[in-house]
T-cell receptor, first 116, second 114 residues
Framework: AQSVTQLGSHVSVSEGALVLLRCNYS??????LFWYVQYPNQGLQLLLK??????LVKGINGFEAEFKKSETSFHLTKPSAHMSDAAEYFC??????????????FGDGTTLTVKP | DTGVSQNPRHKITKRGQNVTFRCDPI?????LYWYRQTLGQGPEFLTY????????KSRLLSDRFSAERPKGSFSTLEIQRTEQGDSAMYLC????????????FGPGTRLTVT
């Protein structure tokens, strides 16, 4: 069974500061990993995904994440926070193949607040 | 590409009533997923379809819940005899089911049961 743990349900940073959102996963097979962003009353938008190519993945809006197999982590970072980054962020894991391919297990989310 | 659409966006109903939600996936996507999201939680998997076949249902999907995808295109999720605990955001997503199986999410239907 797969699982995702997001450490810290709330993260607050100042505008221009580094953003670090933590995600650890558990999977019996090499997984696909995703980060999504959700704005209030909206669906989820994909920020980036890890699919076994480069371990450092670059996404939209200046976000990136690094896959570390030894630490079973996939932390999300952004060098300089912008006010528009304030939202809820979800880490997700899914199987690579078979009938469960694409079915995702999500973490409980991290709410990012950006202070002016 | 019109994206994934869901209707209605909001639904308020009284306990005991039946409700039905619709999801229209991206047209070339043959996989369709339903998730439920409650406040402060991540989306929880409910069920998914490969074309018109329902391949898996979560234990979260009680007998009061039923989902269909009759022609392998749009899907409906019906909740019978709604309970206050059914209040949540119901999210639909679609994917090609191939490669990285990236999912594209709709805006969700927010259900409030009074």
């Amino acid at each position: 069974a797969q699982s995702v743990t997001q450490l810290g349900s709330h993260v607050s940073v100042s505008e221009g500061a580094l953003v670090l959102l933590r995600c650890n996963y558990s999977s019996s097979v090499p997984p696909y990993l995703f980060w999504y962003v959700q704005y209030p009353n909206q669906g989820l938008q994909l920020l980036l995904k890890y699919t076994s190519a480069a371990t450092l993945v670059k996404g939209i809006n200046g976000f990136e994440a690094e896959f570390k197999k030894s630490e079973t982590s996939f932390h999300l970072t952004k060098p300089s926070a912008h006010m528009s980054d304030a939202a809820e962020y979800f880490c997700a894991v899914s199987d690579r193949g078979g009938t469960n391919a694409g079915k995702s297990t999500f973490g409980d989310g991290t709410t990012l607040t950006v202070k002016p | 590409d019109t994206g994934v659409s869901q209707n209605p966006r909001h639904k308020i109903t009284k306990r005991g009533q039946n409700v039905t939600f619709r999801c229209d996936p991206i047209s070339e996507h043959n996989r369709l997923y339903w998730y439920r999201q409650t406040l402060g939680q991540g989306p929880e998997f409910l069920t998914y379809f490969q074309n018109e076949a329902q391949l898996e249902k979560s234990r979260l999907l009680s007998d009061r819940f039923s989902a269909e995808r009759p022609k392998g295109s749009f899907s409906t999720l019906e909740i019978q005899r709604t309970e206050q605990g059914d209040s949540a955001m119901y999210l639909c997503a679609s994917s090609t089911g191939q490669g990285t199986s990236e999912q594209y999410f709709g805006p969700g239907t927010r259900l409030t049961v009074t």
